[in-house]
C-alpha cells in the first residue's frame, strides 16, 4: 500500500512525467511535442497551470493587460461557408449586411469619443466589394479617428483582396499579398488580427473549412507582412472536429513561424534547442530556436514594437456550435479551455503574449486564465458578431471598470496597453502612450 510518508506525491497528486517538463520549464528550454501531449493529457492539471503560470509571471510579472478597443464587422456576406462557423451570409439571405462609408465613419467617431485605441476590423469574403472599398475604409477612418489603431484583415481577406484585385499569381501568391499590404499600409493599416488560421492540419481543413486558404498561405501572409514591418496576431480555433494531436502541431507551426521572424529582428537562437520534425504544413524553416522565456531575455523592445514584423499574440478561441453546420458539437468545456491555455503558453515560449479573449472564455473564465498562463484578456469590444454570446446579440460590451476589477481580484496590476503592448496613459477619452 502506498502510504502518504513512502510517497508524499500521492496526496499532491502530482504526475511523475511532468517533472522533466518543469525541469524544461524553469530553465527556459523548448518543449517537445510529445511534451505537448503529456501535459494535454496528464491528470495532474494543477500542474499544468502552475507551469504555465510560471512562465507567464516570468515574461508579465505582476501585470495583466486590457485595451479600450472596439471591433468593427464591416459585412457578413461570405463567398465561403466553412462548417463552423455561423456568422456568414449569402448575398439575399435575411440578415446579410455591408456598411457603407458613412456608417463607417461613424463608428470612427464613436471611437474616437470612447477613447478607443484600436478598432479591430474584419468581415467576410465579400465577392461584392471593389478592392478601393478596403482602401477608402481605412482612409475613412485614418482620417476621422487619426490616433486610433487599425488592426484590420485576417490573412484569408487578405488573399481575397490580392484576388480582387487581380495581383494573385497562383505560382507567387506572396507577391500580390505584399502589394495589397503595401496599399492598405498606405491607407492607415497598423497590424493584422490573428483570425482565419483555424487549425493548421490538412484533415481538419478539408473537413470543416475546406474552400479557405490553407496552412501555407496563412503563413505566406503573416510573413509578408511581418517583412513589410506589420505586427500580427494568430489564433487557433479548437474544439470542433480536431484533436489535441493536431492543436499541437499547430502550435509548433507557429512556433518556427516566430522563430523566422524574431531571427529578421535580431534575437539570438538556442544552439541546443528542439526542433521538431515532420512538420508538413509548413515549409522548411531554417531559422535557429528563440525562446523569449527564459530569465533574462526582454520581450520586442518599445523600439522593435515600432518597427514591428512579429507576432505578439497569440489566442486560443474555444469552438462555438450554435448556428453553426456543426451545431451538434459540444463544444470544448472550461476544463479544456483552461488546459489549452495553459498548453498553449508553454509551448509557445517565443510569443510575448496570450491572449483569453473574454468574449469567447466569458470575463469569469478569462479571469482565471491569467493564473493559467494568459496575460491579456482583449478589451472593452463593444459590437462582435462573429460569435454570440447565449440569448445575446451582437451588443458585447465591457466597461473598463470590469475589466480592470477582473484582472486585480486575479492579483495582477491591470495595465491598459495599446496594440503594440505600450502602456497607455489615460485622461477620461483623452490618452498617450508613454515611452
Ligand atoms: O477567424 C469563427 C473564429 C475568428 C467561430 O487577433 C469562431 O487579437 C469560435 O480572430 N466559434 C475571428 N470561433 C476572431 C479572431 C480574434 C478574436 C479576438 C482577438 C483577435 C486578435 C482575433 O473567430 C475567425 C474564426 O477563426 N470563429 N466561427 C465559432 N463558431
Known sequence: ????ESNPSTLLNSDPALIPIAEKVQRGKRLTLDDGWTLYSTNDIWTVLDLAKQVRDRMHPGVAYYNINRHLNYSNVCALSCKFCEFYRKKGQDGEYTRDLEYIREEGRKAVESGATEMHIVGGLNPYLPFEYYTDMLKALTEVAPSVHLKAFTA????????????????????????????LKEAGLGSLPGGGAEVFDERVHKEAFKTKIGAHEWLDVHLVAHEVGLNSNCTMLYGHVDKRRERLRHMEILRRSQDQALERLGYEGDPDAYIADGIEESEQITAPVITLNKDGVTLPTPAMSERGGYYQTITPLPFFPDGSELEHLSGPGGVENLRTIAVTRLMLDNFPHVKAFWIMQTLPMAQVMLEAGADDIDGTVVWYDITKAVGEGTHQETTERDLIEAIN????????????YRRVQRDGSNWRVEG
Open 1 to 4: 500500500m502506498t502510504t502518504l
Open 156 to 183: 484569408v481577406e487578405l488573399v481575397h483582396l490580392a484576388r480582387i484585385a487581380k495581383v494573385y499569381k497562383k505560382d507567387d501568391p506572396k507577391s500580390g499579398v505584399r502589394w495589397v499590404l503595401e496599399r
Open 409 to 420: 481580484e486575479a492579483g495582477y496590476e491591470a495595465v491598459e496597453r495599446d496594440t503594440l
